[in-house]
């Protein structure tokens, strides 16, 4: 259990963290505690929950994930892509039945990093989760038009036609000033940073607004008058378990599971780019795992990595858990003292801030890509997105990994049947015996799919950073998905940033194809591309005695 569970803060503390390290971090924690204040109250108002226990969740989450994690500067909390679960769970289960999901996905979060299942959640094909995230950012989206317009209804519907007709019915009802305050936040939550990056837009425009709607006695719905008041203490509280019931609670439990640990994995991977290093997959689950089942006894939503509040972390300067620790202590001395003025957030604009969420949780561009790449990836794409808008998150999850092995069993029975026919390989030079020093090859052995992308990049990227230049040989690449498209051009970038020249052989015309329509050709260079081995090592040759 040592080696499998190795929080990354007692590594640190071992080896010993420095009083320059520690200061940077804690300031950096503040920040990103300001940064996570109004993202965690307006992701609970979304979810259907009170104000504070979003505020709970960062809060108790947000210090396990930190002083447990696998990550150094993981920063963990609620997030928007539990939006569209939570609210259906309470929907149809309560609030006790959220609790028990909840911390029924926290057990399977342990029991994933348990059984080391931490690299097998990264395979999930990259079009499933462009389609569900996409797909949960209009789902956000249509969720905040009501408070974003002012309509007075009532009570939302929880199926998105029958919510945009409701809208559409209602669409005379609309508040002009609830209107100009949720259009004021996303100006200022998105323009603000470009001025003064160390304090989030969206908390200048909390302030500004809610003084706004208090002393001008503006007519819009604020926390307050759809709350009520905001607690400033955190409490045990134990759900009453109707034990008949457990069993319909797996497959949402199952899905908050899923994809709090995708997202935490990702975000970590994203974080270990931004700071050379390398975070430990199975312990940061655990360390989901138990601030899941943990968080909710004390009123919290489920909680798992937060990319953009991670990202802000790094970016201020944050290296260690500490960072993640002050975060979450900033958000107990706010809700502590400063809680009662929270109540007084005009609901507009909280709306504008998720409207801001929703768009950068789209992903459109990686959405419009995947639509211009292959028939099989845009059967995944759409069939999660669709699923995700207008049926259930939990089916589209299930049903988009389905079809990625269905339609990759297909793509690799074409693969092996043109293969039978078509035995040809005029690439092969096999001699590496004469290599220039400063010149490596690497050779990809298979297609570069979803199974083996990560794999296959994490060991290019190795081989390259001990290099000057790298070939990449491709004569035997029958094809790339979108996932392996989208780690190449991760690792790419990352070569490229310490001087690494990479040079690609014996790339087949449809992955040529797929190389320029992702722009990898751009990325490389068409130049620095050959057919055949022997040109790509011949130029390497030449190109070493320039480098040297």
Same mark, same amino acid.
């Given at each position: $259990? ?13 080896? *010993? ?15 990103? *505690? ?19 226990? !979003?505020? %709970? ?12 994690? *696998? ?46 299942? !931490? ?10 989760? @462009?389609?569900?995230?996409?797909? %949960? ?9 009501? #408070? ?7 009570? @939302? ?50 302030? %500004? ?14 926390? /307050? ?18 034990? =008949? ?71 201020? !300067? ?34 504008? %801030?998720?409207?801001? @969420? ?68 005029? #690439?092969?030079? #096999? ?14 052995? !298979? ?9 296959? =990049? ?6 390259? $950073? ?7 040989? $491709? ?38 194809? #797929? ?19 022997? /040109? ?9 005695? =320039?480098?040297?």
């Amino acid at each position: $259990m040592n080696t499998l569970f190795k929080p990354k803060l007692f590594s640190l503390l071992k080896k *010993g963290i420095d009083k320059k390290t520690i200061t940077t971090d804690i300031l950096a924690g503040i920040v990103v *505690g300001i940064v996570a204040l109004p993202l965690a109250i307006a992701f609970a108002v979304a979810s259907g929950v009170s104000p504070e226990k !979003g505020l %709970i969740t960062a809060i108790v989450a947000g210090f396990i994930i930190s002083f447990l994690g *696998g990550s150094r500067v993981q920063i963990g909390g609620p997030t928007g892509a539990f939006i569209v679960i939570v609210f259906g769970v309470l929907e149809q289960y309560g609030i006790d039945g959220l609790i028990i999901s909840t911390m029924l996905a926290g057990a399977m979060l342990v029991l994933f990093g348990v059984l080391k299942l !931490g690299a097998l959640l990264k395979f999930f094909p990259h079009p499933l989760i @462009v389609g569900f995230t996409s797909g %949960i950012a209009l789902v956000i989206f249509s969720t905040q038009v009501k #408070d974003a317009l002012g309509l007075d209804i009532p009570k @939302v519907p929880s199926e998105f036609i029958d919510k945009w007709s409701l809208y559409i019915e209602k669409i005379a009802s609309f508040n002009y000033i609830a209107l100009l305050i949720t259009l004021f936040t996303i100006l200022v939550t998105i323009y603000f940073p470009r001025f003064i990056k160390k304090i989030p837009g969206s908390f200048i425009a909390i302030i %500004i607004t809610t003084a706004a709607v208090q002393l001008f006695d503006l007519p819009v719905t604020t926390i /307050e008058s759809f709350f009520g008041n905001i607690p400033n203490k955190i409490s045990i509280n134990i759900p009453t378990i109707d034990w =008949t019931n457990l069993p319909y609670y797996f497959a949402p439990a199952l899905t908050i599971a899923l994809l709090g640990g995708i997202e935490s994995l990702l975000s970590a991977v994203v974080s270990d780019g931004m700071i050379s290093g390398k975070h430990r997959s199975n312990t940061e689950l655990i360390a989901q795992g138990i601030a899941n089942i943990v968080t909710p006894l004390f009123g919290g939503i489920p909680a798992t990595g937060a990319i953009a509040r991670t990202a802000t972390n790094v970016k201020n !300067g944050g290296r260690t858990p500490i960072a993640g620790i002050t975060h979450a202590i900033t958000l107990l001395l706010i809700m502590l003292f400063l809680g009662q003025w929270a109540k007084l957030i005009p609901m507009a604009s909280l709306a504008g %801030i998720l409207i801001v @969420v929703s768009y950068n949780m789209s992903e459109w561009r990686s959405f419009k890509s995947i639509l211009g790449g292959s028939l099989f990836d845009i059967i995944i794409l759409l069939s999660t997105f669709f699923l995700t808008v207008l049926v259930d998150l939990t089916i589209a999850i299930q049903i988009g990994v389905v079809l990625s092995a269905l339609l990759f069993m297909k793509r690799m029975s074409d693969i092996a049947e043109k293969r039978i026919n078509n035995v040809v390989d005029s #690439d092969i030079i #096999d001699d590496y015996s004469s290599l220039p020093e400063g010149v490596a090859i690497y050779e990809i052995s !298979g297609p570069l799919f979803f199974g083996s992308a990560r794999r296959y =990049t994490e060991v290019i990227e190795n081989v390259g $950073m001990k290099s000057k230049i790298l070939i990449i040989r $491709m004569r035997h690449v029958s094809f790339v998905d979108q996932t392996g498209l989208h780690n190449l051009k991760g690792t790419i970038k990352n070569l490229k940033s310490y001087g690494v020249l990479l040079i690609f052989s014996g790339v087949n015309n449809e992955v040529l194809i #797929d190389f320029e329509k992702n722009k990898i050709t751009c990325m490389v260079e068409r130049s620095n591309i050959f057919s055949t081995f022997d /040109e790509a090592l011949s130029y390497a040759k030449e190109k070493i005695k =320039t480098l040297k």
